[in-house]
């Protein structure tokens, strides 16, 4: 299987009520030793309302040295997004402790035009990794 590279998402759409959606998440990456690099990401002209999340990058806890590169998020607009923008390397399920810190490197991340209203008080969260950290995050114009 190839890398995953040069995907567009462009898609025009509104995602959000009456199901809590997601909003528009890339991972999650590094769970198993299968998963593979992603670089290339574009992901733009999307509106969500009400949503659990808005855009989110999610990598495990785990040893595997993969990375994801070069995302951009550009023209998003939220309304009542709970978590606007996340980037967790360091999830690994819900009902445990995290022990360690994640291999998966996020690096060359831009947020162009991501605007709105939060439902909560956190509207960045960056949960980067002690090992490799958060690489270049940055926004536009």
């Not at 949503?51 to 023209?75: A, E, L, M, P, Y």
Request: hydrophobic share 25%; aromatic share 4%; proline share 4%.
């Amino acid at each position: 299987m190839e890398n995953k590279v040069g995907i567009e998402y462009k898609p025009k759409i509104q995602c959000g009520s009456p199901h809590k959606e997601e909003g528009i998440s890339i991972g999650s990456i590094g769970k198993n030793p299968s998963d593979q690099n992603v670089e290339g990401v574009n992901v733009q002209n999307c509106k969500m309302s009400s949503t659990q999340n808005g855009v989110r990058i999610k990598t495990w806890n785990s040893t595997f040295q993969i990375f994801v590169s070069d995302v951009t998020f550009q023209d998003i607009t939220m309304d009542k997004a709970q978590n606007p923008i996340i980037i967790d390397q360091q999830y690994c399920g819900g009902g445990h402790d995290c022990t360690g810190s994640s291999h998966v490197q996020v690096k060359d991340v831009k947020f162009v035009r991501v605007q709105g209203k939060s439902s909560s008080q956190i509207t960045v969260n960056l949960n980067c990794s002690r090992i490799i950290t958060c690489v270049n995050k940055g926004h536009g114009p």
